[in-house]
């Protein structure tokens, strides 16, 4: 579905992404992981046209959207950090987004099961971190696309809100939606992830399942299987 | 773009800033009406104001607009909008919040004085339309210092320089080199000087309509004699038009090559 070719990026002399691959198919949910700086949030923000690639092409269906707009229409985003305007409503924002949308959404269900109804004529400056997260999970989720991403989805969230996550996430895969997640929680990649990308330095370092990576690691818990492919890189 | 443009101008219609612009206007154009009683001065007081006044508050707006709505913008990039349109929808919108803060804030207190029954309504209409020129023209300036630099501080200060430059100091060097090279055919010079100075050019404008000749000065005086006053005013306009377009041509090539 996705497929990602020799992709370049470069931020002055800073180079992100060098030279990245990457294939994936309908369906199922891909685990981005990476240290800090690794260009995980760069090649996500490629995916969605808002940084440029220097260099590289990136098909989804088969066609180029490099320069394009109109595949936005079918993807759905939840950005790392949820920075909205401040001087409108939850219940404005929401609206101001459906308008954008010419498509079917159902933040109603998604208002109940976050429990934001008493939120939503507040306006956005005066929330909580873990509130505006559960805002910006609406928006994310409020709309029926074949391809959803979600950068650090976890973020100030509290348990409750976590369960309903993963519920979400789980509904939307038997769906038969790819899902393209980025998170530093290994515990959350290990029940969900159904295929790990390990980004370094711009490259990939490793592609395969969670298994495979315990495999070629020796080691039988992911955050240490992770942590070593880190630290064998440096040594 | 409409959606944007909707949107933009009713983040700004609640926003302070608006209104203290708008009340800003009301009671300057009541002053100036009731304390002097003469339509014509006033229009030439409020000239002096509007060409210093309405670059300053251009380009500050333009640069605070920018960086305050950028999760906004970042969060319109990830919709199915294409670029062109979500920066061409704020930059209208803000222009357009601000012309509206001047033509209602100094129409309402013109209006009541009864200007529909005197000749100086032109006058008035164009001081208008120059103070209009000028807002699309700096917010369009500050959006391409603000598209420059991630630096809110930065940003803010270069606006200002370019206000500063453009309202004060261009003149200073104009002044200086028609002293230095006064040996020298000087028409054509100042006449391009003019034009590359939208401020200049505004206020050129506005004196060939008000016809006062003491304050037309040398370029003013230059322009009427090549051009006429009909020409003239022709040309002024279309030039400023020109200070539209290309700031915003230069805009659209750097959002569309920028990152977010």
């Not at chain 1, 109804?117 to 805002?135: A, H, I, P, R």
């Not at chain 2, 309509?209 to 040309?235: E, P």
Request: net charge positive; aromatic share 12%.
């Amino acid at each position: 579905m996705i497929e990602i070719k020799d992709l370049h990026k470069k931020y002055g002399k800073l180079t992100v992404l060098d030279g990245l691959e990457l294939e994936f198919k309908k369906g199922g949910i891909l685990a981005i992981l990476g240290p800090n700086g690794s260009g995980k949030t760069t090649l996500i923000k490629c995916l969605l046209g808002m940084v440029i690639p220097n260099k590289g092409n990136i098909t989804i269906n088969g066609k180029s959207v490099l320069k394009k707009w109109e595949y936005r229409n079918n993807l759905n985003y939840l950005p790392q950090i949820a920075n909205f305007p401040s001087n409108l409503s939850v219940i404005e924002l929401i609206n101001m987004v459906k308008n954008l949308r010419s498509k079917q959404s159902n933040e109603q269900e998604l208002i109940s099961l976050f429990g934001l109804e008493e939120f939503l004529k507040k306006k956005l400056g005066n929330l909580s971190g873990g509130t505006k997260q559960k805002v910006n999970l609406i928006l994310a989720f409020m709309f029926d696309s074949d391809l959803i991403i979600l950068d650090e989805p976890t973020t100030g969230l509290d348990p409750i809100s976590l369960i309903h996550l993963k519920d979400l996430i789980r509904k939307e895969r038997v769906k038969g939606k790819t899902i393209l997640i980025t998170t530093h929680i290994m515990s959350f990649v290990d029940e969900m992830a159904d295929e790990i990308v390990f980004l370094l330095d711009g490259k990939i370092y490793f592609n395969g399942s969670g298994e495979a990576l315990k495999k070629q690691t020796k080691i039988d818990d992911l955050e240490r299987a992770i942590a070593s492919l880190i630290s064998k890189h440096y040594v | 773009m409409y959606k944007i443009l909707k949107y933009s101008i009713f983040d700004l219609l609640r926003s302070r800033w608006s209104y203290v612009y708008f009340l800003f206007y009301l009671l300057l154009g009541f002053v100036l009406l009731f304390l002097n009683n003469d339509l014509s001065k006033a229009v030439i007081t409020l000239m002096n104001i509007i060409l210093v006044l309405t670059p300053l508050i251009g380009s500050a707006f333009g640069v605070m607009y920018y960086y305050n709505s950028k999760e906004f913008t970042e969060l319109l990039l990830a919709q199915p909008i294409r670029r062109n349109k979500i920066f061409f929808g704020q930059y209208t919108g803000i222009s357009l919040s601000l012309t509206l803060s001047l033509v209602l804030g100094l129409g309402i207190p013109f209006v009541s004085y009864g200007l529909f029954r005197t000749s100086e309504i032109f006058d008035f209409t164009l001081l208008l339309i120059v103070g209009s020129f000028l807002n699309f023209i700096f917010v369009a300036l500050s959006y391409n210092i603000a598209l420059s630099t991630d630096n809110k501080i930065k940003g803010f200060g270069y606006a200002i320089l370019m206000w500063l430059f453009l309202s004060v100091i261009y003149d200073g060097l104009f002044l200086i080199s028609l002293l230095m090279f006064s040996d020298y055919p000087l028409d054509q010079f100042s006449l391009f000087a003019t034009i590359l100075n939208p401020i200049d050019l505004s206020r050129i404008l506005i004196l060939l309509k008000l016809d006062i000749s003491a304050l037309l000065g040398y370029t003013g005086a230059v322009f009427r004699k090549f051009f006429g006053t009909g020409l003239g005013m022709i040309l002024s306009l279309t030039a400023l038009s020109l200070w539209v377009v290309f700031p915003l041509l230069l805009m659209r090539r750097k959002f569309n090559r920028k990152d977010f």
